[in-house]
């Protein structure tokens, strides 16, 4: 059974940092894109950042400079690396993975986890 565990999740205050990590399980991240969305309250599921399985990082705009994608493929582990965080961030943040850069791209991912919670608040 294929499964992704995203950890790292809390209550952080404005401008604080927090990394988040997914663990892959029956699949192996050598032969996978992965990628990060989050979904704030009210909102839809959005993209954050696309890691392909070269090791090509993708960011949507308003990741850019503050958020870093990284794998570690001995660990089988994905990671999102977040700076700066602000309020609006605020969200439920998934991973997922899939064969191909542009299932993971276009909300189409084979795999995902169940998510875990980002606070951030004064």
């Known amino acids: 059974q294929v499964q992704l565990e995203e950890s790292g999740g809390g209550l952080v205050q404005p401008g604080s940092s927090l990394k988040l990590s997914c663990l892959a399980s029956?699949?192996?991240?050598?032969?996978?894109?992965v990628a990060w969305y989050r979904q704030r309250p009210g909102n839809q599921r959005e993209l954050v950042a696309e890691?392909?399985?070269?090791?090509?990082?993708f960011y949507e705009d308003f990741a850019k400079g503050r958020f870093v994608i990284s794998r570690d493929r001995a660990k089988n582990t994905a990671y999102l690396q977040m700076s700066n965080l602000k309020p609006e961030e605020t969200a439920v943040y998934y991973c997922?993975?899939?064969?191909?850069?542009?299932?993971?791209?276009?909300?189409?991912?084979?795999?995902w986890g169940q998510g875990t919670q980002v606070t951030v608040s004064s």
């Open positions: 997922c993975a899939a064969p191909r850069l542009n299932e993971v791209r276009n909300n189409r991912a084979h795999y």
């Open positions: 890691l392909d399985s070269w090791g090509t990082t």
């Open positions: 029956g699949i192996s991240f050598n032969n996978y894109a």
